[in-house]
């Protein structure tokens, strides 16, 4: 079987692939695996003995020639686009899979001649189309952020039909290289027995935690727990590497744009903790089972955190968070919540943390920041609890809703599945008492009611879609009628958009309207059939939220 997955994006994505990979050659062990990559997807995933074979996409280069807006210099885009595609559409593939979510990449998987196609794709209608319901999931999180419970990799991996995957390490580093790299801290008088690991850049500044607070908390953790400091980055991070270095001291090293990729692995894996912004070192750390501490302020954790258990993050505790457009942010006040002894207590203490539970290790941070660890959950979907005893929140019941209700929805569980009442009580385990029982109880109560009007709307697109299915099938068809009925159907999904609002409903709105995108256009009536179907399953969808609220109203007055 021969495969090609697409993706062209950065050094996290490239690095997520990394399981995706193991779990398809595990489950075809006699297939080969290609990827259409940018260069640095390139020089990351090529050392993977999964990988057969890569193709180069110089989409850096190919786009500084087409910004100049000469002739010559399109011609030549031109001309280097082609020959790096060239040896991929001569090539029959068995299945294409493409985790670029792009438009071009999208009419790229429909073009190359494949039997089967997976992921973000199109078709001779430049129509965005997937057959898979996970990639519906997905559309739908990217305007739901803060209602998002599934991490890219698990997202990723149902969309391959993937039922489990490699856990961490997944990534290997030669004893050479951690030999090496061991005699070169050691002659820099770095002690290799206590390394923590510093990422102060990222890609924007709004990803950014301010390079004083890194500086304190290397200086804190050198001087109070006799660790060593080595601080990471690229060529471009350096003066920010040296910032922090001079603000730490002796016990630090500053290697920022002094690593090659198999360096910068090998360092990380002999860091005892890496403490990072949301950046593509979190993931290789991740990747070479390096716990990590991840501090994230505008991208969410639930969905781009470091796969593997018995990782950290902390995130500021805003109802803002995590962005949705990070543009309309000026402030970016963010940035300030977490504090460098908050983290020193997660570095120092973070097992025992998460074994006790308790309450006021945040000091300070209480109420300005929240801390959660990885874990799997019982059907392999990576999760995140909290650190700390805190009363559970409505909005946290509402994700635990959406988790539940979906994992139904696609098939990964069945009414039959006892381990979710488990799952359930468990997860209301990791949480202190309410202290408002009435107040929680009157929002799911309001919550209840949101879902019956919801399914009002629900129905009456179903009634919709059903006589616009009729009118196609009459002998002779009133298209005034129909087009009328078209344009009452715009309405209905206008209408579940207000009812949704802010809430995790709105995840059904959503969702209905990606579904409904990925149905083909051309056939009228095909188009009507499967809209009846998308109307019904998104009823038996607010029907299964409503079951698990009426549920954990019950768990919670039992509990009160």
Same mark, same amino acid.
């Given at each position: 079987?021969?495969?090609?997955?697409?993706?062209?994006?950065?050094?996290?994505?490239?690095?997520?692939?990394?399981?995706?990979?193991?779990?398809? %050659?595990?489950?075809?062990?006699?297939?080969?695996?290609?990827?259409?990559?940018?260069?640095?997807?390139?020089?990351?995933?090529?050392?993977?003995?999964?990988?057969?074979?890569?193709?180069?996409?110089?989409?850096?280069?190919?786009? &500084?020639?087409?910004?100049?807006?000469?002739?010559?210099?399109?011609?030549?885009?031109?001309?280097?686009?082609?020959?790096?595609?060239?040896?991929?559409?001569?090539?029959?593939?068995?299945?294409?899979?493409?985790?670029?979510?792009?438009?071009?990449?999208?009419?790229?998987?429909?073009?190359?001649?494949?039997?089967?196609? =997976?992921?973000? !794709?199109?078709?001779?209608?430049?129509?965005?189309?997937?057959?898979?319901?996970?990639?519906?999931?997905?559309?739908?999180?990217?305007?739901? +952020?803060?209602?998002? #419970?599934?991490?890219?990799?698990?997202?990723?991996?149902?969309?391959?039909?993937? $039922?489990?995957?490699?856990?961490?390490?997944?990534? /290997?580093?030669?004893?050479?290289?951690? @030999?090496?790299?061991?005699?070169?801290?050691?002659?820099?008088?770095?002690?290799?027995?206590?390394?923590?690991?510093? #990422?102060?850049?990222?890609?924007?500044?709004? %990803?950014?935690?301010?390079?004083? %607070?890194?500086?304190?908390? *290397?200086?804190?953790?050198?001087?109070?727990?006799?660790?060593?400091?080595?601080?990471?980055?690229?060529? !471009?991070?350096?003066?920010?590497?040296?910032?922090?270095?001079?603000?730490?001291?002796? *016990?630090?090293?500053?290697?920022?744009?002094?690593?090659?990729?198999?360096?910068?692995?090998?360092?990380? =894996?002999?860091?005892?903790?890496? #403490?990072?912004?949301?950046?593509?070192?979190?993931?290789?750390?991740?990747?070479?089972?390096?716990?990590?501490?991840?501090?994230?302020?505008?991208?969410?954790?639930?969905?781009?955190?470091?796969?593997?258990?018995?990782?950290?993050?902390?995130?500021?505790?805003?109802?803002?968070?995590?962005?949705?457009?990070?543009?309309?942010?000026?402030?970016?006040?963010?940035?300030?919540?977490? !504090?460098?002894?908050?983290?020193?207590?997660?570095?120092?203490?973070?097992?025992?943390?998460?074994?006790?539970?308790?309450?006021?290790?945040? *000091?300070?941070?209480?109420?300005?920041?929240? &801390?959660?660890?990885?874990?799997?959950?019982?059907?392999?979907?990576?999760?995140?609890?909290?650190?700390?005893?805190?009363?559970? =929140?409505?909005?946290?019941?509402? $994700?635990?809703?959406?988790?539940?209700?979906?994992?139904?929805?696609?098939?990964?569980?069945?009414?039959?599945?006892?381990?979710?009442?488990?799952?359930?009580? @468990?997860?209301?385990?990791?949480?202190?008492?309410?202290?408002?029982?009435? +107040?929680?109880?009157?929002?799911?109560?309001?919550?209840?009611?949101?879902?019956?009007?919801?399914?009002?709307?629900?129905?009456? *697109? @179903? %009634?919709?879609?059903?006589?616009?299915?009729?009118?196609?099938?009459?002998?002779?068809?009133?298209?005034?009628?129909?087009?009328?009925?078209?344009?009452?159907?715009?309405?209905?999904?206008?209408?579940?958009?207000?009812?949704?609002?802010?809430?995790?409903?709105?995840?059904?709105?959503?969702?209905?309207?990606?579904?409904?995108?990925?149905?083909?256009?051309?056939?009228?009536?095909?188009?009507?059939?499967?809209?009846? &179907?998308?109307? $019904?399953?998104?009823?038996?969808?607010?029907?299964?939220?409503?079951?698990?609220?009426? /549920?954990?109203?019950?768990?919670?007055?039992?509990?009160?």
């Amino acid at each position: 079987m021969e495969i090609l997955i697409i993706q062209i994006l950065r050094m996290g994505d490239a690095l997520q692939l990394v399981p995706l990979m193991q779990g398809i %050659k595990e489950l075809f062990p006699e297939s080969r695996l290609s990827l259409l990559t940018s260069r640095l997807g390139a020089g990351i995933l090529s050392p993977q003995p999964e990988v057969d074979d890569i193709f180069v996409l110089e989409k850096t280069e190919i786009a &500084a020639l087409m910004e100049t807006g000469t002739k010559q210099d399109t011609l030549s885009a031109v001309d280097r686009l082609a020959k790096n595609l060239t040896p991929v559409f001569i090539k029959p593939w068995d299945w294409v899979i493409n985790f670029s979510y792009s438009f071009a990449t999208a009419q790229l998987s429909f073009l190359i001649d494949a039997k089967h196609r =997976s992921g973000f !794709t199109a078709n001779k209608h430049r129509q965005y189309i997937s057959k898979e319901k996970w990639f519906a999931y997905s559309m739908a999180s990217f305007v739901n +952020r803060r209602y998002s #419970v599934y991490n890219w990799v698990d997202i990723n991996r149902h969309i391959l039909g993937l $039922r489990g995957l490699p856990h961490p390490p997944v990534v /290997t580093v030669s004893d050479d290289l951690r @030999q090496k790299a061991v005699r070169y801290l050691k002659k820099n008088k770095i002690n290799t027995k206590s390394l923590v690991g510093l #990422v102060p850049g990222a890609s924007g500044p709004h %990803k950014r935690w301010p390079a004083e %607070k890194f500086g304190r908390l *290397g200086r804190v953790l050198v001087e109070r727990h006799a660790k060593n400091i080595l601080i990471f980055g690229d060529d !471009t991070e350096r003066t920010i590497g040296n910032q922090v270095k001079q603000l730490v001291g002796a *016990g630090a090293i500053n290697l920022a744009g002094e690593t090659s990729l198999e360096d910068l692995k090998t360092y990380l =894996s002999l860091c005892d903790v890496l #403490v990072t912004n949301d950046t593509g070192p979190m993931h290789l750390a991740a990747a070479v089972a390096t716990p990590t501490i991840g501090l994230f302020f505008s991208t969410h954790f639930v969905e781009t955190g470091p796969y593997g258990a018995g990782h950290l993050v902390l995130h500021p505790a805003m109802d803002c968070f995590p962005c949705q457009n990070t543009a309309a942010c000026e402030d970016k006040y963010c940035l300030d919540y977490i !504090t460098p002894e908050t983290v020193e207590q997660l570095v120092v203490n973070g097992k025992e943390l998460i074994d006790s539970g308790r309450q006021n290790f945040l *000091g300070p941070d209480i109420g300005l920041v929240k &801390a959660h660890f990885s874990d799997f959950d019982p059907w392999g979907n990576l999760q995140w609890l909290p650190v700390e005893k805190r009363p559970i =929140s409505f909005d946290t019941l509402q $994700r635990l809703f959406l988790k539940v209700v979906w994992l139904y929805y696609a098939d990964i569980i069945d009414d039959l599945d006892d381990s979710v009442t488990n799952y359930i009580a @468990q997860t209301f385990a990791r949480y202190d008492t309410v202290i408002d029982a009435s +107040r929680l109880a009157h929002q799911l109560g309001h919550y209840l009611e949101k879902l019956n009007a919801l399914d009002g709307v629900l129905k009456d *697109g @179903q %009634k919709t879609a059903l006589a616009i299915q009729r009118g196609l099938l009459a002998d002779n068809i009133d298209v005034a009628a129909i087009q009328q009925l078209g344009e009452k159907l715009s309405q209905k999904e206008a209408a579940l958009e207000e009812i949704g609002g802010q809430s995790s409903l709105n995840f059904i709105r959503e969702l209905t309207v990606a579904l409904q995108e990925n149905i083909e256009k051309a056939a009228p009536l095909d188009l009507s059939t499967k809209t009846i &179907a998308v109307y $019904r399953d998104m009823r038996a969808f607010a029907a299964g939220l409503a079951k698990q609220a009426e /549920t954990a109203a019950k768990m919670l007055s039992a509990g009160s």
